[in-house]
């Protein structure tokens, strides 16, 4: 073999090489050996990093809190344990307000956060309600009590002047 | 003139097939074993990396991706270690 030909091999891969040299084809050229499977489940692992980072990433750059000031009934309208369902922040969001107390006013959005059914106050059993896969929340933190939703509902700030309530903002729950 | 190249079997060189040396192999499927299972805590905190993306905890997201950018880094050393690492049969 000249110097021409060996440093032709040598700028191949170990595999181009050996072909080169063993220009004949068996069943070892299928199998993947140890190396290369570790190999390609380091670049598999960059894969899975750099997708939490990119959420990681996500999660500092973008402001994940939507809505802006709405009006969005008296406060006297609402009795104690009662509910008012409306439209926040968007005409198609459902949210629902409470009255838990005199004083007090919860609001969520009434998006389910395991498929996205509507979910409605249970005045029975005082809880809120997904009907599609029984997923319960608690009415004073919107917390997951029972059933399938992964997180709990997002929450709706509120605001009261001159007896009026506005939704502020929607946060992630 | 340069030295032949090798040609005998198991040569890291040509890509041959190989085996461990005795008494590695239960080592190897060790390691590679574990390397299966920390990518699949790596695809468990992709979930739940979401999952708290959704939920508005960056704090939590962040932390979920830097162990899955250390399982990485490890498979990078190893990978590193493996390449000094010359095989002999």
Redesign the interface.
């Known amino acids: 073999?000249t110097?021409h030909e060996?440093q032709s091999?040598s700028n191949r891969t170990?595999?181009d090489?050996?072909h080169a040299?063993?220009p004949f084809e068996w069943d070892?050229d299928e199998?993947v050996?140890?190396?290369q499977?570790?190999?390609l489940?380091?670049w598999?692992?960059?894969a899975?990093?750099a997708?939490?980072?990119v959420?990681?990433l996500?999660?500092?750059s973008r402001d994940?809190t939507r809505g802006s000031l709405r009006a969005i009934v008296k406060a006297s309208d609402v009795a104690v344990g009662d509910v008012h369902y409306f439209s926040y922040p968007g005409p198609d969001d459902h949210a629902i307000l409470l009255r838990l107390t005199q004083d007090r006013f919860v609001a969520y959005s009434g998006t389910c956060?395991h498929l996205s059914c509507a979910v409605y106050w249970d005045a029975a059993q005082r809880r809120l309600l997904c009907p599609c896969h029984k997923g319960v929340f608690h009415p004073e933190t919107g917390g997951v009590l029972a059933g399938p939703p992964?997180?709990?509902l997002p929450r709706i700030e509120l605001s009261e002047a001159n007896g009026m309530l506005y939704a502020v903002q929607e946060?992630?729950? | 003139m340069?030295a032949p190249?090798r040609n005998v079997p198991g040569d890291?060189?040509?890509?041959?097939?190989?085996n461990p040396s005795p008494g590695q192999t239960g080592l190897?499927l060790l390691g590679?074993s574990m390397?299966?299972l920390?990518?699949s805590v790596?695809?468990w905190?992709?979930t739940l990396?979401?999952?708290?993306?959704?939920?508005?905890?960056?704090r939590g997201?962040?932390i979920?991706?830097i162990v899955?950018?250390c399982?990485?880094l490890g498979?990078?050393a190893?990978?590193g270690v493996?390449r000094r690492t010359r095989r002999i049969r």
């Open positions: 073999m110097d060996r091999l170990r595999d090489r050996w040299e063993f070892a199998l050996s140890r190396r499977l570790l190999r489940s380091v598999a692992s960059g899975l990093f997708s939490t980072g959420l990681a996500l999660g500092y994940r956060t992964p997180r709990p946060t992630p729950g | 340069s190249l890291p060189q040509r890509g041959m097939p190989q190897v590679i390397g299966i920390l990518m790596q695809l905190l992709l990396a979401f999952n708290l993306y959704l939920s508005g905890n960056r997201t962040l979920a991706a899955s950018g399982v990485f498979g990078l190893m990978l493996l």
